[in-house]
């Protein structure tokens, strides 16, 4: 069971760092930045923020429907350290590789690109 539950927090923590953590820490300050520089409208951070703050929204909404409906599995995810843990070493080991790879640095500044260029003043 502990197995399965890492796997899961593993998942669970690559997949938020991926659609919430990491626009916020990387897309919103760079919006921000090229807006300032007239690159871009100013709307731009704004609309780069609704895709996290829905993901988290429904992480949220997720955890609070676990715990209402399946409080024995809620409580089962809170207390579980393997859990717990796969999720910080999924959401930390891809901020890692975000920090030292080239590759997602190029794939991070083609994502960027691609939502901006519609967008570009």
């Given at each position: ?55 988290s929204v429904f ?45 997602a640095h190029n ?15």
């Open positions: 069971m502990g197995v399965v539950l890492f796997a899961i927090g593993l998942a669970l923590g690559l997949l938020y760092f991926s659609v919430a953590a990491l626009p916020i820490f990387y897309g919103l300050p760079k919006s921000i930045l090229w807006a300032a520089r007239g690159k871009c409208g100013w709307s731009v951070p704004f609309k780069y923020l609704v895709s996290p703050v829905l993901w992480f949220l909404v997720l955890f609070v429907l676990l715990a209402m409906f399946w409080p024995s599995a809620f409580a089962t995810l809170q207390e579980s350290a393997t859990f717990n843990i796969g999720s910080l070493i999924g959401f930390w080991g891809a901020a890692l590789r975000v920090l030292v790879s080239r590759s794939d991070m500044a083609q994502d960027f690109q691609d939502f901006v260029r519609p967008r570009e003043s």
